[in-house]
């Protein structure tokens, strides 16, 4: 008899990753989201029920029979706040509650390095003081106090912060700069990008969550950050996508209290092309330790924050047909350039 797999989120970006996968090594898979499922090469293999984590009597109906589930789905830092709290922190509780009742064997959450806030050190560790900015960075340090009052129940549940993944179907504010190395351009960056940032590949992340469902629930009943373990500095990985790029183009530093000041007023009257979480964090050192889960993981990257970045962009040039006209405000589809559009001839 297949492991059956619950995916909230399955129509998004780690939530495809992850069904792939789910579906490579034989698991059935329920994939749960409120945007219809439209993959082709897998919408025949899954069960894929359109529904709101925020309805309860949904997703009894939806969960009922699987033994595992994956928590994806969220309102990003782009949705408003109400609806970042709802969904984040009410629909949280509302796949805890029925997986309990459900007595599912595991329960993995994604959660979000963004939970420590703009951060002051590093590297960051799982033991750190939590502090998020803005909506979304609160809806996800409380959603994962509700993961905490379910173990404490008896539940087993993983929770992963991952630092910013990329890699196929990824979007999102990476389009921005894909667009830029694609069309022949430099790309400034806010302050002199010697700051080491660390991303990570989804399948480094997709393997990870099913290790959690895998092995011994008490390595697993804890929580993690997960990143690469090969990172240079910020200006030294993203240019590794202009030479790909093959166009000679350069990243170009631009001073940190001028980009900062503009992104700041620009947010005040909603016009900023990035949310505040990223451009504030964007000029400081960003590395998590991930040696808690290559301890009782056994977590082994594959990829460097170099792979994962040219791995994400040779996906948008072959798809680029899919989504050039098209833009939003969720991970799989490009966001709008904003200002970024007017000062892109000069680069």
């Not at 059935?28 to 945007?35: A, K, N, P, Q």
Request: net charge positive; hydrophobic share 35%.
């Amino acid at each position: 008899m297949k492991k059956k797999v619950f995916v909230t989120g399955g129509s998004g970006f780690l939530g495809i990753n992850l069904i792939r996968e789910l579906l490579k090594q034989n698991y059935e898979v329920v994939s749960y989201d409120l945007v219809k499922f439209e993959y082709e090469d897998c919408k025949d293999k899954i069960t894929s029920i359109q529904g709101d984590i925020r309805n309860i009597r949904k997703l009894k109906q939806a969960m009922r029979g699987c033994q595992y589930v994956v928590h994806c789905a969220a309102a990003l830092p782009s949705y408003t706040k109400q609806e970042i709290y709802t969904t984040d922190i009410d629909g949280t509780r509302n796949v805890l509650k029925v997986a309990y009742q459900y007595k599912v064997k595991r329960f993995v959450d994604i959660s979000t390095t963004a939970v420590y806030g703009i951060y002051d050190h590093v590297p960051l560790l799982e033991d750190d003081i939590s502090h998020g900015v803005g909506p979304y960075g609160v809806a996800k340090i409380k959603a994962e106090e509700e993961c905490l009052k379910y173990r404490k129940k008896g539940m087993t549940i993983s929770i992963l912060r991952p630092m910013t993944f990329v890699g196929p179907e990824r979007l999102g504010v990476f389009s921005l700069f894909y667009d830029w190395a694609y069309s022949g351009h430099g790309f400034p960056m806010i302050g002199s990008g010697d700051n080491q940032f660390q991303l990570l590949d989804v399948s480094d992340l997709v393997d990870v969550i099913i290790t959690c469902m895998m092995v011994d629930k008490r390595k697993v009943n804890d929580t993690f950050n997960i990143g690469s373990s090969e990172f240079q500095t910020m200006r030294e990985d993203y240019q590794s996508v202009l030479d790909y790029a093959s166009y000679g183009k350069q990243i170009k530093p631009f001073p940190k209290w001028i980009a900062l000041s503009g992104l700041r007023l620009l947010n005040l009257f909603g016009l900023s092309p990035l949310y505040k979480w990223v451009y504030e964090t964007a000029p400081k050192d960003s590395v998590a330790s991930i040696k808690k889960a290559q301890k009782k993981l056994n977590f082994n990257p594959k990829y460097s924050t170099s792979d994962a970045l040219i791995r994400n962009y040779k996906w948008y040039v072959k798809n680029l047909d899919r989504f050039k006209n098209t833009t939003g405000k969720t991970h799989r589809v490009p966001w709008k350039q904003g200002i970024l559009g007017m000062i892109k001839k000069f680069y």
